[in-house]
């Protein structure tokens, strides 16, 4: 198994541009996370989804992020317009509810934004 | 609700030391508990899991974990510390409710080896 894949490992962009993170989650798990991750604040779960369907965006920080899971196989993370206060790295992670939520978690993408 | 709190945000040991990371759970649903590691500039990888079945549960690389419902605790050990272990270590905890297919993680320990 190739286990969760994220695109691109590393992104630079300035200020205003619109950043889109790929992730594709280990086949057959029904659950997709997207997390970032912080000196500050640590490690935050941004939104999730089961079978496709966003279940909780709480973790959201505002309306410029928007996350989407047209299928199964791949979810988008977008920031438009980006800000410096973004620059995290973001992590992916799939799991299936049958093996007791465990999270496998992508490599991360390590966002900077000048 | 359920929440994590891991007691030190860091954790320093020589070689060859025990190693005891500290985790305790607050959880309204029998819980399902993890521990994640992540080495620098890598993803969280998990290092053991108690599902129920067994209270002491061993991981990957001598680490263990002991679920004591009593104390609400779910502690990290090893009896021996390796430079290689040197990483961020994070508890985690699985419920129900309102928090049904996630984790909950705790604030991490960045455990240090010295030589």
């Known amino acids: 198994d190739a286990g969760v894949i994220q695109s691109p490992r590393h992104e630079v962009t300035e200020m205003g541009q619109e950043v889109t993170l790929r992730c594709k989650p280990i086949?057959?798990?029904?659950?997709l996370f997207w997390y970032r991750q912080t000196m500050m604040r640590g490690l935050e779960l941004l939104i999730y989804?089961?079978?496709?369907?966003?279940?909780?965006d709480s973790g959201m920080p505002e309306d410029r992020f928007s996350a989407k899971m047209p299928n199964a196989s791949f979810s988008t993370l977008k920031i438009q317009p980006s800000e410096p206060r973004d620059s995290a790295v973001y992590f992916c992670?799939?799991?299936?509810?049958?093996?007791?939520?465990?999270?496998?978690f992508g490599p991360g993408t390590r966002l900077t934004v000048l | 609700a359920q929440s994590v709190t891991q007691l030190g945000s860091h954790v320093s040991v020589s070689e060859g030391a025990l190693v005891l990371l500290r985790c305790n759970y607050s959880s309204s649903v029998p819980p399902y508990l993890f521990w994640y590691v992540q080495y620098p500039n890598q993803g969280l990888q998990l290092l053991l899991k108690y599902t129920s079945a067994a209270t002491l549960v061993k991981g990957i690389n001598d680490f263990e974990a002991e679920f004591k419902k009593s104390e609400t605790s779910f502690h990290l050990t090893k009896p021996s510390a390796h430079m290689s272990d040197a990483a961020e270590y994070f508890c985690?905890?699985?419920?129900?409710?309102?928090?049904?297919?996630?984790?909950?993680f705790g604030q991490g320990t960045i455990l240090t080896v010295h030589p």
């Open positions: 989804f089961n079978n496709n369907v966003p279940i909780d």
């Open positions: 086949s057959g798990h029904d659950y």
């Open positions: 992670a799939s799991s299936l509810w049958q093996d007791y939520n465990e999270q496998f």
């Open positions: 985690a905890v699985s419920g129900g409710g309102t928090s049904y297919g996630k984790l909950t």
